[in-house]
Each structure stands twice: as C-alpha cells, then as structure tokens.
C-alpha cells in the first residue's frame, strides 16, 4: 500500500529505537524506601553499614574455641561447661575460657574470643550447666563474620534498576530509608476515528466505544507510568496537529490509536513528521500483527503510532512500546520478558520474512504446558482477553508444526 | 529437632492448603472498569450487546454484491460503478442495486444488501466514479458479521478472574462501565524477635533491623493485597497472642515471622494451636529454605508462620503465601506461575526427597538462557536482590549438573 514507505524488520526497528529513545526523560525524586517498589533507582546506593553488623551464629548452638572440641565424637564426647545464654538483641560477653560455652542462638552475636558454634543437635544437656559434645567443629563453622555479606561501601543497587522488594529489604537491611528514584513517564494516549466514542456512550449504528485507551493506560500504568492526558480525536489532520501540540510539555510519550480509514494513515506520519524533529524515524514493520507502526521522535517526546484494531494495538504496545517506555523511565539494563516454552498442539502457518505474535491459551495436560492457539477473524480483543500469552513465530520460520517447542510471552510478566 | 512433629511433602501442603482455604474472604464491590486492572471478578459478567454491533468491513475496499463480481480477472476486469463512500461512525445506505459499489474503509458498516469486500488493492480506479475489479469474491469474504465475535448473553468474563487490561477492553468494547469485584484481602505481618528493630533506627549491639515485614508489605500489595497491620512483637508467648488477638477481625491472614531462638519455634505453633480452630495443620515442610514453616487456619483467619530468616521468610511466603492470597482474594482458577527455562552453568547438589528453590541469576550468553546460582552463607537478602528468580530442584532429584535444562520462576511475575 501506498502509506508504507519502506517496512522495516523487528531487529532494524530495535535499532532505531535504542539509538533515538538512549536516555531517561524523568526527574529524581527522594521517596521512602517502603514506597519505592517498582519504582526506578536514579542514584547508585552504596552499602552504609557492615552486614552483619556483629560476627553472628548461623544456627541454634553452642559459642565454642574449636580447639577445645578437638577429636569429640559420639564414642569419645567433649565436656564443655555453659557459662551464660547470649540473649538475641543483647551484646555478648566472652567466655570465661577455655573448656566454657555458652548457649547461642540463629543470629546471635558470638563472644569476642570464641570462634565457632556446634549445633544444638550435636550437644546433650547432662546437668543445669554442663554439656557434651558429639562432634568436632573447625574454627569459623556456623559462624558468619561481620561485614561477610556485604561491606561499607559495597554496592547495594545500581542505578536504573526497578527496586523489587528483596531490593528494598536489602536496603532497610543497610539502614537506607530514603531511595533516589525517578519520577513517572508521563504517557498521553490520542485515539483516533469519527467512528469512536465514550466507552460509556451508548453507540449509534455505525459508532464504535473507544476502548484502546483504556487498554493502553491499564498497560502503561502496569509498567509503572502516569497517564497524563487521554483523549479522542476527529479524523482530520488539524485535529491531529492541535491534539499533539496540547501534549507537548504534559507527555513524555504519546501513543496515537489510528483511526480505521486510508486517508488518516496516509496523513498521521505526515503530521507527526511536520511535528517536530527528527520526526518519523520507520513506518511500517515486517510484523503481524501491527504492520503500519509508526515510530518517531520530535525534539524530547517519543511518538509511537499504533494500529487502531485493539490486538494490533496491544500487541505492538507490550512489544515496542512498554521497552520505550521502560527506556524513557531510567531502566537499565533494560529488562524484556522472558519467554515460557510450551508445545504447539496444532500446525499453524506464518509467511517467511515476518514475525508473528499470536494469541494462545496455555493448559497443563499430564505435566506437559500445551499452547493452543486462539483464532479469529476480525482480530478482536475477545480472542486476546481469552489468551494467557503471545506465543512468538520468528521471521525465519513458514509456521509451525504441531509438536513443536515454542515460545510464549506471558500476560502476567509486567517487567 | 524436637518442635518438628512430621514433615510434610510440598505436595501433601498443598493439599492440606486446598482443603482450608477453599473459598474467598472478601466482600463484593462495584467499581468503574477503568479502574479495574488487577483485581478479581465478583460476578460472571456476560455480553450485553452483540459485537460487532453492526456487519462491517475487516478491509479497506469495495462494498459490493459477490455475484456481481464472478469471474473477474486482471485479464477480465469487471467495471462497478461507486455510489457513495460509508463514512465512518455514520450508518450506510443500500447499494442502488447490481452493478453498483461503496468506499468502505476498514470498520465500516456494511451496506444492507452487499455481502462481500473486495480490498482496494485488486481494484482500479477508471473514473472519478467507476473502479475496475480484477478478483472475484464470495459471499462473506472480508466480512464480519453483527455478533461475529461474541453474541448478547455470551460470557464474557468468568467470576474468580483476574482482570487484564485486555479484559477491561472487552468489558468496554461490550458497553459494561461497572464491574464487580472482590475487596482486597488484607493482610497482617507479625516480626517476632527481641533484637529486632525499626528499619530507620540505629541498631545497639546485637539488634538487627526488622526488614521481613518491608518486604512481605511489599510482595502482598505486588499481589494486589491491601496491607492492614505491621507490627513487632516480643519473643514472648503472651505477646504473640495479644498481637493475634488485636488482628482477629481486621486481617484475613497473618505472616508470623519467626524470631529466631529455638524457645520461640516452641511455642508459637502452641500459641496459633490455642488461638483457635482448626488450628495448626502443619508444621514442617520437605523443603529448603523454608523447612519450619507453620500452616495454620482459626476460624476466619489463615496464619502462615514463616523462619525468620529474610530469604527463607521470602520464599516461603512467595511459593506458599501468595497463591493462599490468591486463593483468599477469589482467584478462581489460581494461576501459577510459570517457570521459564535456562540451562545451568555449574554444578549444585540437593538432597533426595527436598524440594529446594535457590537465588539465580539469568544471562544471555549467545542467544541461550543461562542460570548461575548466586550461593551464599547465610542465607542473607542480599542475595535474593541480586537474583532474577527462584529455581526448582524437585524433591526426586539429587541436584543437577551443569548443562541441565532447568526451571526458573522469575520475581518480575506477579500473578
């Protein structure tokens, strides 16, 4: 068709988004630490504190000298006399001597002089004071030194990871309680079409309920980013126009829905390409669904225009689009699902040359995930919401046959 | 050791969890769709108009008569002349008759008495309003019909879903503006331990900060919980029922993390035992870390006691925890998570008949995944934030070698 200039193939259209979208656009904020979850750090942190602060026991024992457990076994047990309990939270004292314990327990803080622990298991109580020990143990064992986690100064997190959870115990754990993280993409959505209206409104013959926007905001703020404006917009280049320049200092990147008609694809790219430089960077990938996509960026926003069919939309959102926004957010590395592997359990045909994303319900039968492709005919969300994930065909492959190990995108993998 | 009555397999937990936790919690509520995404279906909601909602075009083309078109040929073109162009959002009218055709564009309502589409790529424009067409098409053919894609009274979402952005599409496509959903399941954490403090104070010698409740916070609200109450508690049996006692009508489950003296694994599983009935149903697990769990329901309220140890607490309450949450919330069928597959860079062993899920790291190294466990001594969060997910050794296996097809459960999966 006459709109596409020249398709691209998924691996050039990376490249031209890695080499456009190369910085994050957000401001650090300064948020509390139990707060941060998912949330982007903007400033490496370094370990403030030994951990563990004090040389601890890694079990339920005794604080022993390991030289005075020497050649113990359970023909020969080792007397040892309890000179206290070290109690959990509370600094230790050092054992009177040699031939002394003291009962310890998971975490607690050895004696200064004492150098390993034997397990409660290995020990038998015989009088209030007194133990026997069944086993040798070696200078160090089921003993964590301080620092021997981490050390002052280490690094706790590296800038532009997304703090996870274990991310924010690891800082608490170091006495952080405020992160540096960046602030929200701010994600502006345009959908476009005379046919769309409210999803409330009730449509007249011929009208459609606009529903990528709500699509499209629930994916971006799964992604972590703020839906900063949502609005439809007539079929009409100067309405086009008017609704990007509204935008232009409230979004970071713009999602534009296509409206169904030949004419609109013909303009969107014109007007995006008069919007701003460098303008349309590819329009049209070697990719089914999403083929007419449309990647720009002019001056600071990024313009990602979408196929109007909802799937279509929703699939090259999730596949270009949650990446530029992960980008634009500070993530770095940036991290892409990883795929699951299932078996095919039908044949299912693609054409050499393109990728393809297909819509599939993954079942357990007997062990064995099976993926089971759902067809439609007019590509309508139904067939997506039914789905689990996208099972991926790769430009070399003609399809697949049934059997074959295949890849799927899971729904449920938000980053 | 003595507070360990019987071990149970994952598989025997499991059951025993099917059993106590077989049906939701939480009360219904109404809420708008857009706000929808990642809460769970009250209600089977069913499709309240046909969609389409009109017979439309699935191409850009030609609204046309397929018997007008029979035998069309690029050697035999067969002229049509153009009525009118459908625009889009309004309602067409009828063909004049045979021998006539319409501008549809993609979406568009098709005229009454056509019944079939020919793309605009195998015609011809020979007048402003006459086309040539050199392709037959059949009855149907680009075409899809009023209630194609689901019909009024259809189901068109299941109770006890979780709800997509891709559902909240279909619920909107279908003119439903409200949804039924369950109100978040809430959840208390209880830290047991005299050296435990607040995350932000300075610990005295011997005190360790109290990072478990940050971060099971931070994993149940990931899985769409709403945190009720976080409190630390003295390693006391009083203190430890007065702190139950005070979340009785306020949590629907409780993590208990263990303090870590073996005088507190005593007697908390008899503290949840007299709490209330059934009580405890198990105490002990085949699996590692983790192996001291305690799975207790009292009355309305599931009790989950996880070890004190960060990444033993994590896992436990990740493997365990959230699909009991999941099962609290309504989710119906639970989803689990699926594992992804990587080869494994070295060797590690394991012990027959334990279950063990250990920190690893994933890599691409030339197109293969790679899992490359991050070992550690004690066991420490550290650890676990360096990690991109948990792989499985099953409890039939001794460990694996290097090269071994693995399973991986990554962190970024929420649900």
């Known amino acids: 068709m006459s709109d596409f ?18 910085k994050t656009v957000c401001a650090e904020v300064q948020i509390p630490v139990e707060e941060s979850m998912g949330r982007i750090c903007a400033r490496q942190q370094l370990v403030q504190e030994d951990y563990p602060p004090f040389t601890r026991s890694s079990v339920d024992g005794y604080a022993v000298l390991a030289n005075d457990t020497h050649g113990a076994s359970h023909q020969q047990p080792i007397l040892l006399k309890i000179s206290s309990e070290i109690r959990m939270g509370k600094a230790s004292h050092p054992l009177p001597g040699s031939g002394w314990t003291a009962l310890i327990h998971t975490g607690g803080m050895l004696p200064e002089n004492a150098d390993a622990v034997i397990m409660i298991e290995e020990t038998e109580h015989i009088s209030v004071d007194e133990i026997l020990i069944y086993k040798s143990v070696s200078v160090g064992e089921n003993v964590i030194y301080q620092g021997e986690d981490v050390h002052l100064g280490d690094i706790l997190l590296e800038k532009g990871k997304r703090i996870t959870e274990m991310d924010a115990g690891a800082l ?21 079409g005379d046919e769309l209206i409210d999803p409330q409104a009730i449509p007249l013959t011929g009208q459609i309920r606009d529903i990528n926007s709500i699509m499209l905001a629930g994916l971006s703020r799964k992604f ?53 430089k460098p303008g349309v960077l590819f329009h049209g990938i070697h990719i089914r669904p999403g083929k007419p996509t449309i990647f720009a960026r002019c001056e600071d926003q990024v313009i990602l225009g979408l196929p109007g069919n909802p799937v279509s939309a929703y699939v090259i959102a999730w596949l270009l689009g949650m990446p530029i926004l992960k980008r634009l957010a500070g993530e770095s590395p940036v991290k892409y699902p990883h795929p699951v592997e299932a078996i095919l359990d039908t044949n299912i045909s693609s054409q050499s040359g393109r990728a393809d994303y297909i819509p599939v319900r993954l079942q357990d039968r007997e062990g064995v995930c099976t993926a089971t492709p759902i067809f439609f005919k007019s590509n309508l969300i139904f067939s997506l919401a039914r789905s689990d994930g996208l099972m991926y065909i790769p430009e070399a492959a003609a399809g697949f046959s049934a059997g074959t190990r295949v890849k799927v995108f899971i729904h449920s993998q938000s980053y």
């Not at 960046?182 to 476009?192: A, T």
């Open 172 to 192: 608490s754990t170091s006495g952080v309680s405020e992160v540096s993280v960046y602030s929200p993409v701010r994600v502006g959505i345009l959908s476009m």
């Open 224 to 276: 972590g980013a703020e839906v900063a404006a949502m609005k439809r917009v007539m079929d009409q280049p100067e309405e086009l126009l008017e609704a990007l320049q509204s935008l232009k200092n409230t979004c970071d990147l713009v999602f534009i829905t296509a409206g169904s008609s030949v004419s609109t694809r013909d303009y969107t790219a014109q007007v995006i390409q008069e919007f701003g």
């Open 5 to 22: 200039l020249e398709l691209v193939t998924i691996d050039q259209a990376w490249k031209i988004i890695h080499a456009h979208v190369d």
